[in-house]
């Protein structure tokens, strides 16, 4: 057992994001990505206890994702929502629809939360830190693999791109060049430029 901890928590530092083993994480090295970053990490092979009803939920996860909604917009720039049940509503009147929400349930972030108690005592300080699993990677690889130019991601999940890309032979070059945060022009009624965005 103290073996496969090891193993996972060295892949985990060569991702740059942390899984919780407590968690009972799965990763599968079955994507190019992940089986680089194996091998950048020192590791020959991977060995973990991996259920029917971990590979079956994996699986499940992926095929109840849907299609990611797009939209090319006058510019000639084609954009696509990865995971926001919100529309997008752009500056020059267009919009990107809205994910399902089975979706966007699914492409969410593990989320851990470490508590500071306030010194006041009349609530908890959070600092909460995101992981991805291998369903959003997938995905996210799958996505950006398509015929888009930007994919609009939520903030938490470009700045754990870029820790997978600092950690990463090549740079995650396939979704780091694509994973993008929308730039509000009006906070008021929330639209967003065509042609700037956060990367």
Not at 50 to 79: D, H, W, Y
Not at 139 to 158: M, R, Y
Request: with cysteine; aromatic share 6%.
């Amino acid at each position: 057992m103290e073996e496969k901890y090891d193993q996972t928590h060295k892949l985990n530092q060569a991702w740059g994001i942390k899984n919780s083993w407590r968690k009972g994480a799965v990763h599968e090295l079955k994507t190019p990505t992940i089986k680089r970053l194996a091998k950048e990490a020192g590791l020959k092979e991977v060995t973990m206890n991996q259920t029917a009803t971990n590979l079956e939920g994996s699986r499940n996860v992926l095929a109840a994702l849907g299609e990611a909604p797009v939209i090319t917009l006058k510019n000639g720039i084609t954009i696509a929502n990865f995971s926001s049940p919100h529309k997008f509503r752009f500056v020059t009147g267009e919009e990107l629809p809205a994910c399902a929400k089975e979706r966007a349930r699914n492409l969410m972030l593990e989320c851990e939360e470490i508590e500071h108690p306030n010194t006041s005592c009349l609530w908890t300080d959070l600092e909460i830190e995101f992981s991805m699993s291998n369903a959003v990677m997938a995905e996210l690889e799958k996505v950006c693999a398509g015929d888009i130019d930007i994919l609009l991601v939520p903030l938490p999940v470009l700045q754990c791109v870029r820790k997978l890309a600092e950690a990463s032979e090549d740079g995650w070059k396939l979704v780091r060049d694509k994973a993008r945060c929308v730039r509000v022009a009006d906070r008021v009624t929330k639209t967003i430029f065509s042609d700037r965005f956060c990367k």
